[in-house]
């Protein structure tokens, strides 16, 4: 399984970006998506997740309410995160996440996958 992260970059505050992240590789089902982030001096947190299973459902970080969304293609296995009116203190290094099961010897295989980091700078 295989987590590619893409769409970070140089913006503006007030501006905005799109990150995208596919998933590939034998998979049986995507449980949920979601993205993480890291900035200097700061802990890794949680920006945003969606569950894909079930009926489904939305979480995000506090601070990004209302300016970040997220959103899920099944058929293209992709979770996009949309960020709008960015403010300087996005900036970090964004992580996408999977929670994915695959089948391994006949049985399902539960676990959490990670993509490489995407960086987003927000300048003031």
């Known amino acids: 399984v295989q987590l590619q992260a893409s769409g970070g970059g140089l913006v503006q505050a007030g501006g905005s970006l799109r990150l995208s992240c596919v998933a590939s590789?034998?998979?049986?089902?995507?449980?949920?998506m979601g993205w993480y982030r890291r900035s200097p001096g700061k802990q890794r947190e949680l920006v945003a997740e969606i569950i894909t299973i079930n009926r489904g459902g939305t979480e995000y970080l506090d601070s990004v309410k209302d300016r970040f969304f997220i959103s899920w293609d099944n058929a293209k296995k992709t979770v996009y995160l949309q960020m709008n009116n960015l403010k300087p203190e996005d900036t970090a290094v964004y992580f996408c996440y999977a929670d994915i099961t695959i089948i391994e010897n006949t049985s399902p295989k539960r676990g959490n996958y990670w993509g490489q980091g995407t960086l987003v700078t927000v300048s003031s």
């Open positions: 590789g034998d998979i049986f089902s995507i449980n949920g």
